[in-house]
């Protein structure tokens, strides 16, 4: 990455949006996100954190501030940006690799060398036998990290994450969150991932950022040691950090 | 699937039963053979009709009114579909003449279409395929319209152009719909053609039918709408088939 350190990565700036005929569903946010950070967002639901993870996208336009990226320009859906629904909408009639390369066929024919990079994200992620399957034949957590490896495959700069792994059980949940972690510290990608779960939030976040009635009620930098095991999730600081965000989230001390 | 051969064999075994019945009763109540023909004397001249060749051309004819009214109705149903679920102001400007076009009777219109494209096949096939054109232009403008919201923004963060989207999410997510339209349009467009022929025509077993009518042959027009039952059995069963084929990879497989 070659994002200047002092200039943060993607600038949100007095970000208003509302939908027609409702009180603003984001209301005056100001939020940075550092270069290669893991950046989680948590909020009760209805908080307005999936509109500002679109605002971030692009996919939406704010009615008042500015949605900078680290070289002034806007923010733009694109391939530049990676983006994970919270479902893992992946196309059924395609089998698993052609879902993977997907963003890469919709810009051109897919060279020899995408099609090994695919196979090399799914092999990281243990679908190496999957790649020519179907994806209705595959379990939900199979089908969450086909749908993670088709939006890395174009190596982007900027990974949105909603929610993901919400419908995942905890064991595949935090399996998926490792690797989530391991393929974004590879390519040092700067990550934003939206979610309601607090533990998942500190487990992943460099920064967590509170959101609540669509303001951002904090954003905490999280001090744990840098490769997290999933066996922190016991320890006393993860659970500090915890409770400080749950106060948060329920307004206590906004 | 073990069950199915024995269901298969109780509904063969109900109709044995069924056209026993029919033999039965006509022997028994000494129903004249232009009132009712027992089943024996409707296969024998079922048998004749075809070992001497005579039903041969009109079953040629019936079928390829049916399949050219099909392909020319259905293409153009596939393609209205797709213009106004592409163009909201196609669709509004077009709308209210495709829906008047449908609820005039089309097979009112036949003695107009005979008076138009004179005698022969000409008038059956465009009757036919005015049929076929609307069940599949509904499926299709349906299917298209709701195509799961997550995709088609999946499909815009990726920069997808408007064609590609068409193409490669909108169509083949509607697959499913599209070709139930197409199983609906089949079965209409055998109606269409043998009215058709009713109507207009010297060949197909429309024509047939009122033939026998007016040499009160009661058995040979059993006969034709035997060889019609006999079309529209084996034309679904090919769109069924067709169905199975094309959409394997939607169907949830182990």
């Known amino acids: 990455m070659s994002a200047d350190r002092a200039m943060p990565f993607l600038n949100l700036e007095r970000v208003i949006y509302t939908y027609p005929g409702r009180p603003p569903i984001v209301d005056g946010v100001d939020w940075r996100l550092e270069a290669g950070g893991v950046h989680c967002l948590v909020g009760r639901s209805g908080c307005g954190k999936t509109t500002l993870l679109k605002l971030a996208a692009g996919l939406l336009a704010p009615q008042s501030g500015r949605v900078q990226l680290w070289d002034g320009t806007p923010a733009t859906p694109g391939p530049q940006l990676g983006y994970v629904f919270q479902a893992p909408t992946l196309l059924e009639w395609r089998r698993v690799i052609d879902n993977v390369l997907l963003p890469v066929s919709l810009q051109r024919r897919p060279l020899p060398e995408d099609i090994d990079r695919a196979q090399a994200l799914l092999a990281m992620l243990g679908l190496s036998d999957y790649a020519q399957r179907y994806p209705r034949q595959l379990s ?35 399996e998926l969150q490792d690797d989530l972690m391991r393929l974004c510290r590879l390519r040092k990608t ?6 309601h779960d607090i533990s998942e939030a500190v487990y992943l976040g460099d920064r967590v950022a509170v959101m609540h009635q669509g303001r951002m009620a904090a954003d905490l930098p999280i001090d744990l040691p840098a490769p997290r095991t ?3 999730r016991h320890g006393a600081a993860f659970n500090t950090y915890c409770a400080q965000v749950f106060e948060f989230m329920n307004g206590a001390r906004a | 699937m073990k069950p199915a051969i024995p269901f298969r064999l109780l509904s063969l075994a109900l109709l044995v ?23 024996s004397a409707v296969a024998k001249t079922l048998w004749t009709s075809l070992a ?5 051309p009109h079953i040629g004819a019936t079928l390829a009114e049916m399949l050219l009214g099909l392909a020319l109705g259905g ?19 077009f709308k209210p003449y495709v829906i008047v076009s449908q609820v005039v009777p089309k097979l009112a219109l036949a003695p107009l279409f005979v008076l138009w494209f004179g005698f022969g096949m000409a008038p059956t096939i465009v009757m036919t395929a005015l049929i076929c054109f609307f069940p599949l232009m509904e499926n299709t403008l349906t299917s298209l319209r709701q195509v799961d919201p997550n995709r088609l923004q999946l499909f815009r963060m990726l920069g997808a152009s408007r064609a590609q ?12 719909g599209i070709l139930a339209g197409l199983r609906v349009a089949l079965v ?6 043998v009215v058709g022929e009713f109507i207009g025509a010297s060949r197909g077993l429309g024509a047939v039918i009122i033939a026998a009518q007016g040499m009160m042959d009661t058995p040979l027009m059993f006969a034709a709408l035997t060889a019609i039952a006999a079309i529209g059995l084996l034309g679904y069963q090919a769109t069924l088939m067709l169905e199975r084929r094309l959409l394997r990879p939607y169907a949830d497989q182990s």
């Open chain 1, 140 to 174: 939900g957590g199979q089908q969450s990290r086909v749908a993670l490896a088709r939006a890395l495959i174009l190596e982007p700069a900027l990974l949105l994450l909603d929610e993901p792994f919400a419908a995942l059980d905890a064991i595949t949940r935090g």
């Open chain 1, 190 to 195: 700067t990550v934003l991932f939206v979610t």
């Open chain 1, 230 to 232: 999933q066996s922190m």
């Open chain 2, 17 to 39: 039963l069924l056209v026993g019945a029919w033999e039965v009763t006509v022997r028994q109540a000494g129903i004249s053979a232009l009132v009712l023909p027992a089943p």
């Open chain 2, 52 to 56: 001497t060749g005579y039903l041969w």
């Open chain 2, 75 to 93: 293409a153009a149903g596939l393609a209205m579909g797709v213009a106004l679920a592409e163009s909201a102001l196609l669709d509004r400007v």
């Open chain 2, 165 to 176: 989207t068409l193409l490669r999410l909108k169509l083949p997510a509607g697959l499913p």
């Open chain 2, 188 to 193: 209409l467009a055998l109606v269409g053609a």
